[in-house]
């Protein structure tokens, strides 16, 4: 028998605990368990794909992109730096003696994941991909160590395998609107790569003038799409040209995030006249984010046009803390929620996009209150609106039970988008695909105890989560290649 206390996964974990309800869970679950997982929004980066190098340690693999990890281990006193966090990645891999040190600290601070998701995540990463069965400690973080270690040495463990173990059948990045989509490219004419990895149009820096790096943004866009971003007309034909160059390399969708979501619209002298303003650095505060919120509505009548499908996830302080933007960089853990209102922001957007044939408008958000309250009602009346699933913040399991109680009274199921991983931390996905889809059996499996719906209607409900909605949501019906 092992001196050290023993880490393994139940086979029940998630289900509810009445023994009744819990049966149903259990089939409904079996149902979608093996299911190959559809992930249309993420940060995963594409070259790790393209190059299939092998992972250098569980350091840089399982901590130092996971800011859902390293965030609690600050919140701990741990310095980011010992993690890894903000490495020149010109200076190489992470040196070992480095990657032990910030391995062992997250062992020894097992204790204070303890009922978070990233614990649960983090579990079922070390036993069901590398079968660790030991519970980190200071005691055992060197032998698990070694162990994934010795793991991520062989072939059995590159990015390619792993994809495909995990059973990832589309999985999309997010890119920059000047990026030249390379990565993308390459995967796609690839014959000895199955997969579908398909780039995102992330276009907040180049719509927000109050950004230090705008004008040169916009410099780079004029030269990357050939054209002219001196007057207005220009910048607005450049920002549909990167739109069309991404559809044509397999996007599907634009992601979209703000301090809020208001799209009061500016006459197209007003908006030319301020964004001469921005270009010569002279535009106000208050001229800024007026431009910013006309822009968003611009991307919705750009959607309308090229059939990108519109996310939103506002209301996110970003950067809190200055000190560690400075030393560190963004995305980092350090962003923040802030409360966040729909209704009458979007209102201007959805009276002239909302009945739009084609359009897609996914709206998530961080603040549970507005599910019930706002996003929920919208999407229960415009054909363009969907309910986000929980993010970021809020991908925990009882977050997301209270996400389905606050918005299947009005909008049923199949107006909501499916599971959304949002995560660079590319091990963690059939982790965090498997949270939800037991959650989801479980949720299901309530109606059913209440008879408030069959047993063989939940059953396709709980397929239709997993592979219907989104790809219905995200338009990813369409050619693969």
């Given at each position: 028998?092992?001196?050290?206390p023993q ?19 259990r089939?409904?679950?079996?149902a979608?368990r ?11 980066p594409?070259?790790?794909?393209t ?6 340690d ?9 800011h ?9 006193g ?8 903000g ?8 040196p070992e ?10 062992c020894?601070r ?10 649960y ?25 070694d ?6 040495a ?14 990832i ?8 609107p000047c ?22 149009f992330?276009?907040?820096r180049?719509l ?9 943004d ?9 054209i ?8 607005l034909?450049a ?8 559809v ?12 809020d979501?208001?799209?009061e ?11 001469g303003?921005a ?5 106000s ?18 959607s309308c ?12 302080y970003?950067n ?9 960089g963004a995305?980092?853990?350090s962003d923040?929620?802030i409360?966040?209102e ?6 201007p957007?959805?009276?002239?996009y ?6 897609h ?9 507005v599910?019930s ?30 996400y ?25 996905i059939?982790?965090?695909?498997d949270?939800?889809?037991?959650l ?6 309530g109606?059913v ?33």
């Open positions: 028998m092992s001196a050290h880490l393994s996964l139940h086979p029940d974990r998630l289900f509810p605990a009445d023994p009744g309800i819990r049966d149903v869970a089939r409904l679950y079996q979608v093996e299911l190959p997982i559809v992930s249309p929004h993420g940060h995963v594409p070259q790790w794909l190059a299939n190098t092998a992972f250098t569980p350091t840089s693999l399982l901590i130092t992109p996971d859902y990890v390293t965030r609690m281990l600050h919140a701990g741990v310095g980011l730096d010992r993690l890894g966090v490495r020149d990645p010109e200076a190489g891999p992470l003696q480095e990657a032990r040190v910030a391995w062992r600290l997250l020894e097992w204790a204070d994941y303890r009922g978070t998701p990233v614990r995540w983090l579990e079922d990463e070390l036993v069901d991909i590398f079968g660790v069965t030991l519970r980190p400690s200071a005691q055992t973080a060197d032998t698990i160590y162990q994934i270690a010795a793991a991520l062989t072939d059995e463990f590159r990015p390619r395998a792993l994809f495909d173990r995990f059973g059948e589309v999985l999309a990045t997010t890119d920059d990026d030249d989509l390379a990565a993308h490219r390459q995967l796609r004419d690839d014959p000895t790569f199955t997969g579908r990895v398909i780039p995102t992330r276009p907040d180049y927000e003038p109050a950004i230090a790096t705008w004008n040169d916009v410099d780079r866009l004029a030269t990357v799409a050939a002219d971003t001196g007057d207005y007309d220009g910048y034909a920002l549909e040209a990167r739109r069309r160059y991404f044509e390399h397999g996007a599907t969708s634009a992601d979209h995030s703000h301090a979501v208001q799209t619209p500016l006459s197209p002298t007003e908006a030319a006249r301020i964004f303003a270009r010569a650095g002279q535009a505060p208050a001229e800024c984010v007026a431009f910013r919120r006309h822009m968003l509505g611009e991307m919705a009548r750009m046009e090229d059939g990108l499908v519109m996310t939103l996830h506002p209301a996110v970003r809190h803390h200055a000190p560690t933007y400075t030393r560190f995305d980092v853990g923040i929620p409360a966040a729909f209704t009458r922001a979007l209102q957007l959805l009276s002239r909302g009945t739009h044939p084609g359009f408008l996914v709206l998530f958000t961080i603040d549970e209150d599910y309250r706002e996003l929920a009602p919208l999407a229960g009346f415009y054909p363009s609106v969907y309910v986000g699933a929980p993010w970021w913040f809020i991908d925990a399991p009882e977050a997301i039970r209270r389905r109680s606050a918005v299947t009274e009005t909008v049923g199921f199949s107006r909501t988008s499916g599971f959304i991983d949002d995560t660079r931390a590319f091990c963690s059939p982790a965090r695909h949270m939800a889809r037991r989801d059996s479980g949720y299901l499996a109606l105890a209440e008879h408030r719906l069959a047993e063989d209607e939940a059953l396709e409900t709980a397929v239709a989560l997993v592979r219907q909605n989104p790809r219905t949501a995200f338009k990813l019906d369409g050619p693969i290649r």
